[in-house]
């Protein structure tokens, strides 16, 4: 299954999950996870959270930031990857002076 992000329409969602800023997404959804396409503005996060039902896995693009999982900062740059496993929380930060792209795919589990 082909899925184009190009196509889709962006939904920008303010302090998403607690978070500050902006998260402008695109993405796919059905009942066996999302796949994101996403960008987090200078100063924006997405808030701290627990991963219930689901792990997430997110892959930088392009400007830097950091994840803080489980209570521990990991800064991130474009080409790396988070992970967090289900049962476990995390958060992504943009502290950096650009936009903070990245894929992340979120399966049910």
């Known amino acids: 299954m082909k899925i184009?992000?190009?196509?889709?329409?962006d939904t920008v969602l303010k302090e998403?999950?607690?978070?500050?800023?902006?998260?402008?997404?695109?993405?796919?959804?059905?009942?066996l996870g999302k796949i994101m396409y996403g960008r987090l503005e200078p100063?924006?996060?997405?808030?701290i959270h627990?991963?219930?039902t689901n792990s997430e896995?997110?892959?930088?693009l392009s400007?830097?930031?950091?994840?803080?999982?489980?209570?521990?900062?990991?800064?991130?740059t474009a080409g790396e990857c988070h992970y967090c496993p289900k049962g476990h929380a995390h958060s992504l930060i943009n502290d950096g002076s650009k936009g903070l792209v990245f894929f992340a795919v979120v399966p049910e589990q």
Do not use: C, P, W
């Not at 998403?16 to 059905?30: E, P, W």
């Not at 896995?57 to 930088?60: K, N, V």
């Open 4 to 9: 184009n992000f190009d196509e889709m329409q």
């Open 16 to 31: 998403f999950k607690g978070g500050t800023g902006f998260l402008t997404a695109r993405m796919h959804t059905d009942n």
């Open 43 to 47: 100063g924006s996060s997405i808030g």
């Open 50 to 52: 627990t991963h219930e």
């Open 57 to 60: 896995i997110i892959y930088i």
């Open 63 to 76: 400007g830097s930031g950091k994840a803080v999982y489980d209570d521990v900062q990991e800064k991130l």
